[in-house]
């Protein structure tokens, strides 16, 4: 299956703050990718579809001018949490698609908010 | 009701039991069903992809689709405690968006 790598793995800040998350595909061209946050003992909450070269589509209740999702080339999209709070602490986690019926997921990337 | 429905668990077997893991679901346009898991602290990793209904082995892990029941079933055979996780199934119509269960918390002891 594809290959997704996150950066950074963690990263903990301080309130106020803003921080970006890279996700790259290693192996594939990915026109689109996705963002996800996943609260403990929950599962998956899609946040946005990335698309390259135009702009995220965001789900409902998101915010997109919080949740900066750039896709600038097949290869690297980045989601930037802007003035983060403690409610934005949680497992952010990427995506690309395969052969676009199914899924293969980044590591994750664990963020607190202190 | 949720569009998918699955167990919580948290489920406990012994090592080498034969585990079942199940989702229901109500949309019946989904085509696309996988299983994935997902290790504490880690992103999923697909480990099943099956189109429409029928069966699909890979080693110890059969997923099997039954569309007219809207049922979808992960066995695990001569379960591991490497197994242990939370195994997420997933479903998705073509071109919309990968629907989740809640996942199922699978516990194998040695």
């Known amino acids: 299956g594809a290959v997704v790598s996150q950066h950074p793995s963690w990263v903990i800040c301080k309130s106020g703050t803003s921080v970006k998350i890279e996700c790259r595909s290693l192996d594939f061209q990915a026109t689109t990718m996705f963002w996800y946050r996943q609260f403990p003992k929950q599962s998956l909450m899609l946040m946005a579809t990335s698309n390259e070269g135009s702009k995220a589509t965001y789900e409902q209740g998101v915010e997109k001018d919080k949740f900066l999702i750039n896709h600038a080339s097949l290869t690297l999209s980045t989601l930037t949490v802007t003035s983060a709070h403690p409610e934005d602490s949680s497992f952010y986690i990427c995506s690309e698609t395969g052969n676009q019926e199914t899924q293969y997921f980044g590591p994750g990337t664990r963020l607190l908010v202190l | 009701q949720k569009e998918v429905e699955q167990d919580p668990g948290p489920l406990s077997v012994p090592e080498g039991a034969i585990v079942s893991l199940n989702c229901t679901y109500s949309?019946?346009?989904?085509?696309?069903f996988m299983w994935y898991r997902q290790y504490s602290r880690k992103g999923p990793e697909l480990l099943m992809y099956?189109?429409?209904?029928g069966n699909k082995e890979d080693g110890r892990f059969t997923a099997q689709v039954d569309k007219s029941s809207k049922y979808i079933s992960l066995f695990i055979r001569d379960s591991q405690p490497s197994d242990s996780a939370t195994y997420l199934c997933a479903m998705k119509e073509p071109a919309q968006k990968l629907v989740f269960g809640q996942g199922t918390r699978l516990t194998i002891n040695p």
């Open positions: 949309n019946s346009a989904f085509q696309y």
């Open positions: 099956t189109y429409s209904s």
